[in-house]
C-alpha cells in the first residue's frame, strides 16, 4: 500500500493506492481521518494524476475525475458507490434515490450505511446525498464540510 498527503484549502487529506488504484481519499478531520500504518510506502509520485485533478477541482476547473479507483467493499457496497460516480457535480441526491437507482427501493438504510463506508471521498462523491427533505445529513468528515464541498460545487441545499 502506497500513501500521500494532499493540501486541500478545506484540510490536509490522505490518500492511499495499491498496484489497482486508489484505495482511499480521507479528509483529515472528524470520523474520517485514517491512520497511516507502519507498512504502508510514502510515495508521492505515485499520486501526481491525483494530484493534478483535486487542484483543478479545486481550482474550479474540473467537474468530474478519471483516475483508477481500486476502493475495498462488499458486492453490495460497491454496486452503492458505482451509483454515487453518476450524480453529477452541482446536484444532490437523496438516499431514496440511491436505493431506487441500484434497484433496491427498501434498502435506503442499508444504502446510507453504505454511502458512510465510502473510503474514497469526493471523487466517489458521497458528499451529494442528502436528506429527502434539501437537508445536510451526516458525513465521516463533518457537515460543515460537506456544506462547503456542496457549495463549492453550486449545489443546492438546505441548512
Known sequence: MYYSMYSSPYGDIALTANNDGLTALA????????????????????????????DEYFSGTRESFNLKLAPQGT????????????????????????????NNKKAVRAVG?????????LIIPC????????????YAGGLALKAKLLMHEGAQFKV
Not at 97 to 102: D, F, G, N, T
Open 75 to 102: 458486492p453490495f457496497q460497491q454496486k452503492v458507490w458505482q451509483a454515487l460516480t453518476t450524480i453529477k457535480q452541482g446536484e444532490t441526491k437523496s438516499y431514496a434515490w440511491l436505493a431506487e437507482k441500484i
Open 27 to 54: 479528509f483529515m478531520q472528524g470520523a474520517a481521518a485514517i491512520e497511516i500504518n507502519d507498512n504502508w510506502i510514502k510515495n508521492d509520485d505515485k499520486f501526481n494524476d491525483t494530484y493534478q485533478q483535486l
Open 127 to 138: 458528499h451529494r446525498v442528502i436528506g429527502s427533505n434539501g437537508k445536510l445529513t451526516g
Open 113 to 121: 450505511t453504505a454511502n458512510g463506508a465510502n473510503p474514497i471521498a
